[in-house]
């Protein structure tokens, strides 16, 4: 078994420094594996009525890439884990990318946990359908995999079109294992058919 830590992304704060001395404290302690989840925006829930996050405007996120590459040069062992990125909301191509990178710079240590979320304020300000999160984000996958094993790629589908293009450098890991998160039970059919693990996100029984 092993046993990890969530990283206290609300709480911990935009100290450098600070995020520094966790890191190395939870790798010192012995910890397999350092999860961060992800959020890009909050909203005003003044001005917003009807959103019922648990988070507001005021609520500080670190961006889950930039930690990563920032703890894979801090770090030398911890395995750092996504838990959850939210994919459907971001460029397919991109994250891709930005996981391979994080690969390569930790020595082949992500793990890439994704989710759709529950956050439709995120998708309207990024540009994302809300409404096709789920189908998306199956495609999503299909196309990571591609871009992370194969010399060059060419895709269509639903929500992609490629033509011939590839990822240099391809990640550490061929590919990346990804992990689904949530509880539905859509999500639960999806993990079974495309993921290499689960992270059940539900409340204690």
Known sequence: MKLGVVFPQTEIGPDP??????????????????????????????VRPDW????TLETLFHEVFVLFGYLAAITHRLELVTGILILPQRQ??????QAAEVDV??????????????NHVEYEALGMDW??????????????RRLWVEDFVTFEG?????????????PV?????????????AVIKR???????????????
């Open 105 to 118: 710079l930790s020595g082949g240590r992500l793990r890439l946990g994704v989710g759709v979320g529950w």
């Open 191 to 205: 993990c079974a058919r495309l993921g290499d693990g689960w992270m059940p996100i539900l409340a204690p029984d």
């Open 52 to 55: 019922r996050g648990p988070y």
């Open 17 to 46: 420094a600070t995020v520094r001395a966790y890191a190395e404290a939870v790798e010192g302690l012995g910890f397999a594996y350092l999860q961060a989840y992800d959020h890009v925006l909050g909203a005003d829930t003044r």
């Open 158 to 170: 639903r929500f992609h079109t490629m033509t011939d293009v590839n990822i240099l450098p391809p």
């Open 92 to 97: 397919t191509a991109l994250v891709a990318k």
């Open 173 to 185: 890991q061929r590919p990346i294992p990804i992990w689904f998160g949530g509880s539905h039970e």
């Open 131 to 144: 409404k096709t999160r789920g189908v998306r984000q199956a495609e999503q996958i299909e196309v990571m």
